[in-house]
């Protein structure tokens, strides 16, 4: 059974910084493409960051520049360095993993940003 499991969230005034972690297990040693999405209160989950199986990265154009994914294959687990943070970047943030044939889910993990 593929369980993604997030941490690291938390609360942070804007312009601080946050690390997320999501630890893959019960999934084959392959690498798979992972990515981390996020959803607003009152909004549609969206993509934030995107990771292949050989590294390459992807970032939405509101995140560009401040977050920075990174995975390390040894422990199965990837990672969002969130810098520079904001009030807009409030949001549940979820982790997601694709192998050939489905798509897997963290539970989310809650990000906070406030003054």
């Known amino acids: 059974q593929v369980q993604l499991v997030e941490s690291g969230g938390g609360s942070v005034q804007p312009g601080g910084s946050l690390r997320l972690s999501c630890a893959a297990s019960g999934v084959s040693k392959s690498i798979w493409p992972m990515a981390w999405y996020r959803q607003a209160i009152g909004k549609q989950r969206e993509l934030v960051a995107v990771?292949?199986?050989?590294?390459?990265?992807n970032y939405a154009d509101s995140v560009k520049g401040r977050f920075s994914m990174s995975r390390d294959n040894a422990k199965m687990t990837v990672y969002l360095q969130m810098n520079s943070l904001k009030p807009e970047d409030t949001a549940v943030y979820y982790c997601?993993?694709?192998?050939?044939?489905?798509?897997?889910w963290g539970q989310g993990t809650q990000v906070t940003v406030s003054s």
């Open positions: 990771i292949t199986s050989v590294g390459s990265t």
């Open positions: 997601q993993l694709k192998t050939a044939t489905s798509v897997f």
